[in-house]
């Protein structure tokens, strides 16, 4: 089974720190990204990554950076927190294509709740 | 935005009824798909539509898609207790869109 594993459930930091947030995949998924989950809005793309040091901005980037050095590993970070940065964050990968019964299925992380106070 | 719509925003039935959920999205597609979530955890995949398919089944699962009307539908039959969940429509492969989701809730 695909299983891709993020860094903590639940992380709190202050304003102003930079946090990383980690996650690793062990399927050789080309593609990962990573979402901020908020009542009501749904799942929003912050970055995506479809390949080894590659990175595509996503719908809401602003506050955010990402690194992918290896494959396996696509890291979130945040220069200097922010509390309208308390959110979900959920982390994904797939396989490159849309051949197959299940195209582009994405598997996700358990997700880290961050927390900025 | 382009972030798809779904209907109702939460639906709450009792165990053996069947429960439906409705899905707009704005652009074109090659597929949409359907995803669940459990509370405070990550996504699951549960189905995906192609835009040359109308219907799809898998158990219990019924996804229907009218690319004319840019919707779809999601029906579980048969609801049980373990269905209680969040589901949520997507469309697109890299800048995936995800819709706000259905909170459903099965009453035992």
């Known amino acids: 089974d695909v299983k891709v594993t993020q860094s903590s459930r639940y992380l709190v930091k202050r304003t102003g720190e930079k946090v990383f947030l980690e996650c690793v995949q062990d399927m050789d998924h080309e593609n990962m990204f990573w979402y901020r989950q908020d009542p009501g809005l749904g799942l929003r793309l912050i970055y995506f990554?479809?390949?080894?040091?590659?990175?595509e901005k996503g719908d809401i980037p602003e506050g955010y950076s990402v690194s992918r050095e290896k494959k396996e590993r696509f890291s979130l970070i945040l220069e200097s927190a922010s509390t309208n940065q308390t959110s979900m964050y959920l982390c994904a990968s797939s396989l490159s294509g849309l051949a197959g019964p299940r195209g582009n299925e994405q598997f996700f992380g358990p997700g880290t709740r961050l927390t900025v106070l | 935005s382009q972030q798809g719509e779904e209907d109702p925003q939460a639906l709450s039935i009792q165990e053996g009824e069947n429960a439906t959920m409705n899905c707009s999205y704005k652009t074109s597609i090659n597929n949409l798909q359907w995803y669940r979530q459990n509370s405070g955890r990550g996504l699951v995949h549960l189905i995906l539509i192609r835009s040359n398919e109308r219907e799809k089944h898998s158990g219990r699962l019924r996804v229907t898609l009218d690319t004319s009307k840019k919707s779809s539908s999601l029906l579980i039959t048969a609801s049980r207790a373990a269905d209680t969940a969040s589901y949520f429509c997507a469309q697109g492969s890299f800048k995936t869109i995800f819709g706000a989701g259905t909170r459903l809730f099965v009453k035992a």
């Open positions: 990554s479809y390949d080894v040091k590659m990175k």
